[in-house]
């Protein structure tokens, strides 16, 4: 049976119901892209909230420097990183391109100093050697000024001394570097207190600057008053202890050195400041030497050679040095049509009168030409003489000769003329020369015809004497040698003649004894030249 579609029930097909679309709903599927991009913006934020400054430094060379890897460190922590690496325009120089840490950012001021650390060997200390194995970096010295900064100029050499050490830098000037460097120790009392950070060439080329750093606490043994000195090398005195040799220690001796100290008489002072400036010395003599305020210049002219003077030279009186030798000059004579050589010296009273046991004032003017004048009429002169046999140098000695001609100090020229006598080694050339001549007029070939003359007569004298009264002498030696035999036979203890004698001579001391019998009873008895002796029967 087949049925109809009316047969069979087909339920009802719902109908569809409109619901309206609620507004700002959004899906779920773009809930995840959403969270996505605000996490990537939020950390894109904090990226470039977070980011360190970037700076420039420039080097006159990027050896050891690698963009990507060079780190920037400070006190050994990581600070920043080399990120680009390019010349300037004109290719003199590099400039490298750092990111710094954002904690860096504070100290990034005027005075912040950059450099590469590299393995070096310098002022008797080596440092960088752990960059053999990790590479070079670039170190930091944190600056103390207020004004930020982003573009810099990097160091060629690390700097000695870094901001955090605490001290004080003080300026030297000298008359030339001699075996000073960056890293020449400094030295207290032979303790080495610093070093030097710098030097360079003055302007005008009369000199030089050194830049010293002492620790604290000894920078407060610096004040206005002390000494600097150069300290390299050894120096060597010698007086009548014997001889003596200084040196500040076996590093100044390779390297050199700056030691400085203040003299003991010096007045109570205080502390140096900052940067005060000093006058370095050769050696210790010289800084330590008492200065001389009192001036008083002369100009002296020597007839001799002026071969071993040189300026500087001592000049001295009975040994007390009183001065040194300023200049030496040239100048013509027109009225003698000779060439003179003017010495100037320099004397310094003040020497003689810190020694005298008497305080003595300071003579005025017309006082000291007074006392000049007199003691030159006593016979004051200025002569050369040697200082050393070895070295032959002359210096200028003062002293008093009463038989010096008369003269006179000649007030009129600047500075004063001032007389002298000729040295001792210049007196011995004149009299050697005054003998050479007067040998040089003796007639030695007239006195040696004459000698030879004379020795011919002696020679014939002798022959003459040999064939003459030769044989006359040996006969009449051989006469006298038998006239000594008889005598000495006669005198023989055994002959006649000696026996006689002494038999004579017992008679005399028996007469001679009864004589002095006779005397002492006479003595006793002289009535007996009347009477006659006692018991005579006449």
């Known amino acids: 049976m087949t049925n109809t579609p009316e047969d069979v029930n087909i339920p009802d097909i719902p109908e569809?119901?409109?619901?309206?679309?609620?507004?700002?709903?959004?899906?779920?599927?773009?809930?995840?892209?959403?969270?996505?991009?605000?996490?990537?913006?939020w950390l894109a934020v904090k990226a470039v909230l977070e980011k360190g400054p970037?700076?420039?430094?420039?080097?006159?060379?990027?050896?050891?420097l690698e963009a990507g890897k060079t780190k920037i460190k400070y006190k050994n922590v990581d600070v920043g990183e080399v990120k680009e690496i390019h010349f300037t325009k004109d290719l003199s120089h590099v400039v490298v391109t750092a990111e710094m840490d954002p904690r860096a950012k504070p100290h990034l001021v005027e005075d912040t100093r950059f450099w590469v650390v590299r393995a070096r060997v310098a002022g008797g200390q080596v440092s960088g050697l752990g960059t053999l194995f990790s590479g070079s970096y670039i170190g930091l010295d944190v600056g103390k000024s207020t004004k930020r900064r982003k573009e810099f100029e990097g160091l060629e050499v690390a700097p000695i001394v870094t901001g955090d050490v605490p001290g004080r830098q003080f300026v030297i000037r000298g008359e030339e570097l001699g075996s000073l460097d960056i890293g020449t120790p400094v030295f207290f009392r032979r303790v080495q207190v610093g070093r030097v950070v710098a030097h360079e060439l003055d302007q005008d080329g009369g000199g030089v600057t050194v830049k010293?750093?002492?620790?604290?606490?000894?920078?407060?043994?610096?004040?206005?008053?002390?000494?600097?000195?150069?300290?390299?090398?050894?120096?060597?005195?010698?007086?009548?202890s014997g001889v003596k040799v200084h040196t500040q220690s076996v590093v100044?001796?390779?390297?050199?050195?700056?030691?400085?100290?203040?003299?003991?008489?010096?007045?109570?002072?205080?502390?140096?400041d900052e940067d005060q400036i000093f006058t370095l010395f050769p050696d210790r003599t010289q800084a330590m030497k008492r200065p001389d305020t009192d001036v008083v210049p002369f100009t002296t002219y020597f007839t001799g050679s002026l071969r071993g003077l040189s300026v500087g030279a001592p000049a001295d009186f009975s040994g007390v040095p009183v001065?040194?030798?300023?200049?030496?000059?040239?100048?013509?004579?027109?009225?003698?049509?000779?060439?003179?050589?003017?010495?100037?010296?320099a004397l310094y009273p003040e020497r003689?009168?810190?020694?005298?046991?008497?305080?003595?004032?300071?003579?005025?003017?017309?006082e000291r030409k007074a006392r000049m004048d007199a003691l030159v009429e006593a016979g004051l002169r200025a002569q050369l003489r040697t200082g050393s046999l070895l070295t032959g140098q002359l210096y200028v000695a003062f002293d008093f000769f009463p038989g010096a001609p008369k003269a006179k100090i000649d007030w009129?020229?600047?500075?004063?003329?001032l007389p002298t006598t000729p040295g001792g080694l210049q007196e011995l050339q004149a009299m050697l020369a005054t003998l050479s001549k007067k040998l040089e007029k003796v007639p030695f070939d007239k006195i040696g015809a004459d000698l030879h003359q004379v020795l011919l007569s002696a020679d014939k004298l002798v022959q003459r004497l040999d064939t003459?009264?030769?044989?006359?002498?040996?006969?009449?030696?051989?006469?006298?040698?038998?006239?000594?035999?008889?005598?000495?036979?006669?005198?023989a203890s055994d002959a006649p003649l000696h026996q006689d004698a002494r038999e004579a001579l017992r008679e005399v001391g028996r007469a001679a004894q009864a004589m002095r019998v006779l005397a002492d009873y006479l003595e006793r008895h002289p009535e007996a030249l009347i009477r006659g002796k006692k018991g005579d029967k006449s």
């Open 323 to 345: 001065g040194e030798v300023k200049s030496i000059g040239v100048e013509f004579d027109d009225a003698a049509k000779a060439i003179r050589f003017p010495v100037e010296v």
């Open 212 to 240: 010293i750093f002492v620790e604290a606490p000894f920078d407060r043994h610096v004040n206005p008053n002390t000494r600097f000195w150069n300290a390299g090398g050894i120096d060597i005195t010698a007086d009548a």
């Open 252 to 272: 100044s001796l390779l390297l050199g050195g700056i030691a400085f100290e203040t003299p003991a008489a010096s007045p109570v002072a205080l502390q140096a």
């Open 16 to 41: 569809a119901v409109v619901v309206p679309k609620r507004r700002g709903s959004l899906p779920l599927v773009w809930l995840i892209p959403i969270v996505a991009a605000l996490v990537g913006g």
């Open 412 to 417: 009129t020229k600047t500075p004063p003329e």
């Open 54 to 64: 970037t700076i420039t430094i420039t080097f006159k060379t990027a050896e050891g």
């Open 468 to 491: 003459e009264v030769a044989p006359e002498a040996r006969a009449a030696l051989a006469e006298a040698r038998k006239t000594l035999s008889t005598a000495q036979r006669t005198l």
């Open 352 to 366: 003689l009168r810190s020694m005298s046991r008497v305080s003595l004032t300071k003579p005025t003017p017309a």
